[in-house]
């Protein structure tokens, strides 16, 4: 079994200001999320990156949050936009770690 490497916390209840004012739906931070999870299972197994959804990180006020283990690192104020930055942020935490 292969060591997990990289684990991704998306708040999946998270919404935020568009430019227009509206405020988004959570739909779309749990859609990033499994979008991110998909693109995780092309390049890793289960046992070694994983992408799960988190309910309240305690950072709503931002915009979508999300935190990613072992280092700890947080990312906040994430729009779907953001999706391509977090996964390369995924794929070189799990390259990092041996």
């Known amino acids: 079994m292969s060591e997990l490497k990289a684990h991704l916390f998306v708040c999946t209840s998270c919404t935020y200001n ?6 988004s739906s959570p739909d779309e931070a749990y859609k990033m999320r499994k979008n991110l999870k998909t693109r995780a299972r092309e390049l890793f197994s289960k ?3 994983r ?3 988190s ?3 305690g950072e ?3 915009g979508i949050a999300a935190v990613m283990y072992p280092k700890g690192e947080w ?3 994430l729009r779907p936009s953001d999706e391509d930055k977090l996964f390369t942020q995924l794929t070189e935490e799990a390259a990092r770690v041996k």
């Open 60 to 62: 709503c006020e931002r």
């Open 51 to 53: 992408v799960s959804a």
């Open 47 to 49: 046992n070694e990156v």
């Open 75 to 77: 990312s906040l104020g």
């Open 18 to 23: 568009r430019p227009d004012g509206s405020e």
């Open 55 to 57: 309910t309240c990180l």
